[in-house]
Nanobody, 126 residues
Framework: QVQLVESGGGLVQPGGSLRLSCVAS????????IGWFRQAPGKEREGVSCISSTGGSTYYADSVNGRFTISRAKNTVYLQMNSLKPEDSATYYCAAESPPRVPVQAMCDSPRADWWGQGTQVTVSS
């Protein structure tokens, strides 16, 4: 059964860091853009960061640019989150999309994902 599984969420103080992971089972990431999205209660889903199928292109939302870094290796995609703020609190989801669109920002702006993970909760609070 095809699955995307996120991990790495948790409770962290403002200014702290977390690294989220997204692992695929039963399919290979090779031909997929992968994106991280988040949704807080009462808010719309936001495309946080997306990485191209080759790993050569990345996109970051303005709200996280300079603080978050997306990367991919084998069948895992990571989201390194530094300098976390309370407004980063949300459930974070990864998603896989194919065929990959150009530019990769298109996935973050308007995802047409084939698969979504179940989400991992990130809470930034003192």
């Amino acid at each position: 059964q095809v699955q995307l599984v996120e991990s790495g969420g948790g409770l962290v103080q403002p200014g702290g860091s977390l690294r989220l992971s997204c692992v695929a089972s039963e399919f290979t990431f090779d031909y997929y853009h992968i994106g991280w999205f988040r949704q807080a209660p009462g808010k719309e889903r936001e495309g946080v960061s997306c990485i191209s199928s080759t790993g050569g292109s990345t996109y970051y939302a303005d709200s996280v640019n300079g603080r978050f870094t997306i990367s991919r290796a084998k069948n895992t995609v990571y989201l390194q989150m530094n300098s976390l703020k309370p407004e980063d609190s949300a459930t974070y989801y990864c998603a896989a999309e194919s065929p990959p669109r150009v530019p990769v920002q298109a996935m973050c702006d308007s995802p047409r994902a084939d698969w979504w993970g179940q989400g991992t909760q990130v809470t930034v609070s003192s």
